[in-house]
């Protein structure tokens, strides 16, 4: 039977959380109670390479399933959930829904809202994603994650820790501090009133989003708190909804956010939701517990870099250059396989292209003086090495240089040639 496959965003190299993306995070956690050692792990970046154009998606077989219908089909094919009534079964899908409406939210927020905490998830993201993903990706990740967050609090994107036009802010108060006289003064009493007031904001855009996430932390707590044993339900083992909050919980708690709003609140206020997610991890990732998901590289993931592409153009024979360019079929080789007057012309404009980029490199190298020229050149060898050329270089851009002892620089900023060097050019000439 074949294993279930998981192509979803990577993880860190720095921290051991299985992704970065709170919906591939919670997929992998039902994988991890539902199906443990029975799945592997495929990081990928591209969400074109999935069926539906969204990460996460899981393969079983010939079979893909994307979004909601990747939980729904793992309760269902699993025999290792935990034996639920068909009230506890109702109450789980609330409880699904309700984490998606309100713990998601704030999660989204946290990571991607604030631009410190967003620098810092995109530092953690941009090493594992392969190039142009790298640039590319975790801006579409902030793009959706503002829809969902605007979708259930349109007023809260930007709320709480400093917002761009704060940032704005303290650079244009550094330059302020720059300037002097009475435009200065004038410029940093403005900027003092700006930040007082911003100040403010802040401060109410914070509380707003704890105020929001106390409520939601509270009726968490209060449920766990009600169950007869540290899981939902009162059940021996841990539930799906489990893995769900905790894999939520587990990104603003274990990751050293630089505003962590979240994990101080849960920290300060709500410790069952703490030790509910630091027991999940331990039960869920530990290898002792159970075995870590295998990892796959992920051939779509994969982009050769532009040195590789040069390299491979470079010695590609001309029969590969002929079958990857769209040739009229009378360009193709002919069946005695002689290339044709087409191809003759494609190979030599290749060899010319390669030719003046090793020219101009040369000539970049031996100008700037990376590259030491042989004295037997005569004058052009000495206008090309380190003095004559870097005066050369200096001369062009207008910014004067530095002479020898032995040179004398005229009022024009040319210089002349000893009689005997020019001799010896003239020698060489006739010879």
Request: proline residues 7%.
């Amino acid at each position: 039977m074949s294993q279930w496959e998981l192509h979803a965003l990577p993880g860190s190299s720095t921290h051991d959380l299985a992704s970065l993306d709170p919906h591939s995070l919670v997929a992998a956690s039902y994988l991890q109670l539902l199906a443990p050692g029975d799945w592997t792990l495929v990081p990928s970046s591209d969400s074109r390479s999935s069926p539906s154009g969204s990460l996460p998606y899981l393969k079983h077989g010939a079979e893909t399933y994307a979004g909601s219908a990747i939980l729904a089909r793992l309760l269902i094919a699993s025999d290792r959930a935990p034996e639920l009534n068909a009230a506890q079964k109702s109450d789980s899908r609330a409880f699904q829904s309700l984490l998606d409406s309100t713990v998601l939210p704030l999660v989204l927020h946290s990571l991607y809202s604030l631009p410190q905490n967003f620098d810092f998830t995109r530092s953690l993201l941009t090493p594992s994603l392969a190039f142009p993903h790298n640039y590319t990706r975790p801006h579409a990740l902030r793009f959706a994650a503002k829809e969902i967050v605007d979708s259930t609090h349109p007023t809260w994107w930007g709320l709480g820790g400093e917002t761009e036009r704060e940032a704005e802010d303290e650079r244009r108060r550094k330059k302020a501090l720059l300037e002097t006289g009475i435009e200065g003064i004038r410029e940093r009493k403005v900027e003092e009133r700006r930040e007082g007031k911003e100040r403010i904001k802040k401060t109410l855009g914070e509380g707003k989003i704890v105020s929001a996430a106390r409520d939601v932390f509270a009726a968490l707590e209060s449920t766990l708190a009600a169950s007869s044993t540290p899981y939902f339900f009162s059940s021996s083992s841990p539930t799906p909804i489990d893995a769900h909050l905790s894999a939520l919980l587990s990104l603003v708690l274990y990751l050293p956010l630089p505003t962590p709003i979240l994990a101080d609140l849960i920290n300060a206020s709500f410790p069952r939701l703490w030790s509910h997610t630091a027991l999940l991890r331990r039960t869920l990732w530990s290898p002792d517990s159970t075995p870590p998901p295998s990892t796959l590289s992920s051939r779509s993931s994969a982009s050769p870099s532009l040195l590789a592409a040069l390299r491979s153009l470079a010695s590609a024979p001309l029969s590969l250059l002929s079958s990857a360019v769209s040739f009229p079929s009378s360009a193709r080789l002919t069946r005695s396989g002689a290339p044709t007057a087409q191809e003759r012309r494609f190979a030599q404009r290749r060899r010319a292209f390669f030719a003046v980029c090793a020219v101009g490199v040369l000539g970049w190298a031996a100008g700037t003086g990376q590259l030491p020229v042989p004295s037997v050149l005569g004058k052009w060898g000495r206008l090309l090495r380190g003095r004559g050329g870097r005066r050369w270089v200096s001369l062009m851009a207008g910014t004067g240089g530095e002479f020898d002892d032995d040179e004398e620089e005229d009022e024009e900023g040319e210089w002349e040639e000893d009689d005997e060097d020019d001799e010896e050019d003239d020698l060489d000439d006739d010879e």
